[in-house]
């Protein structure tokens, strides 16, 4: 009898430990997962910030206007700030990549002391303008290594937290893909040999969180239902939802799923409020280019139909190797909605969406009066910089420096060997916005 009380508490013991070894075990994978939820994005936002950083830059050299350069230069000094903001939530302690947050910060110092001036009385020197030639270069190099890293990242499906183990780990070995990958964008030399002046290290940083949304808050499974849709792969093994962590501007749904058929890895946030996917991602192997750049997008076009995004239509598109990258608008009486919208990734292996971004369409979707515009197309085409050579012209609305909506005539024109796009106020004439496509 003894024996036998003793043998039951031995095994309740041992299930006590068993049970308590699997939630330990439990709570870490979670853990993990919510890490590398959170590395993923900040890289994302670290490529899209530098790509956009890189076009803006470009954008600067091709104004015409001082009243319009003054805040394109604010915007230049906004992204590099963003740009390191995103840099020090990676995993990156041990990692190389001083060189190009030190050429960020020379930028940032740089584009604040030239915007905050009065251009109209001290306008760009010479030199000034040589250095904003160098640095767009410069920055044109860090943007091809960061987009290397994030196609190694999504071809070999990597994870983030095994770079963090690497870092810790002072006696591993560094052959990491990730880790490489970030050397290699070291090695590019992310400097510039002009004199960007003084240094200049305070202000404040422009926010990129969501706008208040409204609508019911949806549940866990309710998430999950609407990643299903969103994702083409059908075929799923495991499906996993998270919820966003305390303090988020706008609380969301992480959903991860793995895909049997083929083989393959998805990921997406959904808005709690409304149920809205703000950005899915798929990772697989993407096999040989069958489709064309342009069959791909009437294949994204389709996807957005299927899925209830009316009235969109493609502005602009690349292809990177086997994948095409959309932009999309909406359109409402030819006049294009700009705030609205939608970025598409379609593997041209088979046409399938392979990633989604809409967080511009879901902060700025809602019914609008469009105005009249006050200038002719003619009057309006007489702003624009003469050594430009317009090639398209239309009516769009954008959202200005200040965060409102204008209405404006938009010219697609060349300069040298470049593209750009010029907006001028269709009510006061204004220069309102030059961005290099």
């Given at each position: 009898m003894k024996n036998a009380i003793i043998i039951g508490a031995l095994s309740v013991a041992l299930i006590g430990t068993g049970y308590w070894g699997y939630t330990r075990h439990r709570d870490l994978q979670e853990m993990n997962n919510q890490a590398e939820n959170s590395y993923q994005r900040a890289f994302n936002e670290l490529t899209y910030d530098v790509d956009l950083l890189h076009d803006k830059i470009g954008a600067t050299l091709a104004m015409n206007s001082k009243a319009s350069l003054s805040p394109a230069l604010a915007d230049?000094?906004?992204?590099?700030?963003?740009?390191?903001?995103?840099?020090?939530?990676?995993?990156?302690?041990?990692?190389?990549?001083?060189?190009?947050?030190?050429?960020?910060?020379?930028?940032?110092?740089?584009?604040?002391?030239?915007?905050?001036?009065?251009?109209?009385?001290?306008?760009?020197?010479?030199?000034?303008?040589?250095?904003?030639?160098?640095?767009?270069?410069?920055?044109?190099?860090?943007?091809?290594?960061?987009?290397?890293?994030?196609?190694?990242?999504?071809?070999?499906?990597?994870?983030?937290?095994?770079?963090?183990?690497?870092?810790?780990?002072?006696?591993?070995?560094?052959?990491?893909?990730?880790?490489?990958?970030?050397?290699?964008?070291?090695?590019?030399?992310?400097?510039?040999?002009?004199?960007?002046?003084?240094?200049?290290?305070?202000?404040?940083?422009?926010?990129?969180?969501?706008?208040?949304?409204?609508?019911?808050?949806?549940?866990?499974?309710?998430?999950?239902?609407?990643?299903?849709?969103?994702?083409?792969?059908?075929?799923?093994?495991?499906?996993?939802?998270?919820?966003?962590?305390?303090?988020?501007?706008?609380?969301?749904?992480?959903?991860?799923?793995?895909?049997?058929?083929?083989?393959?890895?998805?990921?997406?946030?959904?808005?709690?409020?409304?149920?809205h996917p703000l950005f899915f991602i798929t990772n697989r192997d993407i096999k040989k280019q069958q489709i064309s750049l342009e069959d791909a997008g009437k294949s994204g076009a389709n996807y957005l139909k299927k899925q209830k995004y009316m009235d969109m239509e493609i502005y602009d598109s690349t292809q990177y190797d086997t994948i095409g990258v959309f932009q999309f608008v909406k359109t409402v009486n030819d006049v294009r909605i700009y705030p609205e919208s939608i970025q598409l990734k379609v593997a041209l292996d088979n046409g399938k969406v392979i990633g989604f971004n809409a967080k511009s369409y879901v902060v700025s979707n809602h019914k609008r009066n469009i105005p009249t515009p006050k200038l002719t197309k003619v009057q309006a085409r007489k702003k624009v910089n003469p050594n430009v050579k317009v090639q398209e012209e239309r009516l769009a609305i954008l959202l200005n420096d200040f965060n409102k909506e204008v209405l404006c005539y938009e010219f697609i024109g060349t300069l040298d060997n470049d593209t750009y796009d010029i907006y001028v106020n269709a009510l006061t004439g204004g220069e309102e916005k030059v961005k290099k496509l």
């Open positions: 230049v000094w906004r992204l590099s700030i963003e740009s390191k903001s995103d840099i020090a939530q990676l995993p990156l302690k041990f990692l190389p990549f001083d060189k190009t947050q030190a050429f960020l910060t020379k930028i940032a110092n740089f584009s604040y002391r030239t915007a905050v001036r009065d251009l109209e009385k001290e306008p760009l020197t010479d030199e000034e303008y040589n250095t904003l030639k160098a640095i767009y270069k410069k920055s044109e190099s860090v943007q091809d290594g960061l987009r290397n890293v994030q196609s190694d990242i999504i071809d070999n499906n990597l994870s983030w937290i095994d770079v963090q183990t690497v870092s810790a780990e002072k006696e591993a070995p560094r052959d990491n893909v990730i880790i490489n990958g970030f050397k290699h964008v070291e090695q590019t030399k992310s400097t510039v040999d002009q004199d960007f002046g003084p240094t200049f290290t305070t202000g404040p940083e422009q926010s990129k969180e969501l706008k208040e949304l409204k609508g019911k808050k949806i549940t866990e499974s309710e998430a999950k239902k609407i990643a299903k849709s969103y994702f083409p792969i059908k075929n799923y093994k495991d499906i996993a939802v998270n919820k966003s962590l305390d303090g988020s501007s706008e609380p969301f749904y992480s959903v991860s799923m793995d895909h049997k058929n083929p083989k393959a890895d998805s990921y997406m946030e959904i808005t709690e409020t409304g149920g």
